[in-house]
């Protein structure tokens, strides 16, 4: 069964690590927008503030969304669970930020395996508690891909801009394994095989409300 998403206006992303977003929903992200040129996007990063890294995400969100506002924190990689409170207060202070509220929000999954992800996820819940929340999935040395419920089908052209902006803006990332064109869209095409289509991502969406009609 497909449903057709609309009346999208506001898109805010969010992601652990610099290139977290790219990764995990940078293919529903340029079809969104494609769909929707004037679509908004507030896109926020927990860590990676004031490092190169920095600079590789700004540059990487505006070619997945020209003119998306970004905010990039500034704590430690890979030790934020013991920097909660920081964590916590610096994603409610994006979140007051916002001019108009969010119509979908999209970041990690509640049961990645990265200690960074999990924090993110269990954070996004408390903060963004009226929105849709779609957890994305990030292929990556740990066996924790899970078992997704939501798909987004997008075009090969989309799936390869994808792979392709990824490798271009985040050189620092290269010496990984798992990091290269091969990998992101052999996820892309399993999510694909699994909806029916030939590209897709995956999103974990643990509550979904359904309004029929006028409930005035």
């Not at 590789?56 to 030790?79: H, K, N, Q, S």
């Not at 929105?131 to 990556?140: D, H, M, N």
């Not at 699994?194 to 974990?204: D, P």
Request: charged share 20%.
């Amino acid at each position: 069964m497909s449903v057709t998403l609309s009346g999208i206006s506001h898109v805010v992303v969010a992601g652990a690590h610099c290139d977290d977003i790219a990764i995990g929903c940078g293919a529903t992200l340029l079809a969104l927008r494609a769909a929707n040129p004037e679509l908004v996007v507030s896109a926020f990063i927990l860590t990676g503030g004031g490092t190169p890294r920095e600079a590789e995400e700004r540059a990487a969100v505006e070619a997945f969304a020209p003119g998306a506002a970004v905010t990039v924190g500034d704590l430690p990689d890979a030790r934020t669970p013991a920097y909660w409170l920081a964590a916590k207060e610096s994603l409610a202070t994006f979140k007051k930020s916002l001019a108009m509220p969010a119509d979908l929000v999209l970041g990690p999954h509640a049961d990645d395996a990265h200690q960074d992800h999990r924090l993110l996820a269990e954070l996004l819940v408390t903060e963004f508690r009226a929105q849709p929340l779609w957890g994305y999935e990030i292929l990556k040395y740990e066996s924790d891909l899970p078992r997704v419920d939501t798909y987004v089908p997008v075009s090969a052209e989309i799936a390869h801009t994808k792979s392709a902006l990824i490798e271009a803006h985040y050189p620092s990332q290269n010496g990984h394994p798992w990091f290269d064109e091969e990998a992101f869209l052999a996820l892309l095409r399993v999510r694909g095989a699994q909806c029916n289509t030939r590209y897709a991502e995956g999103f974990v969406v643990a509550k979904t409300v359904i309004v029929i009609g006028d409930m005035s």
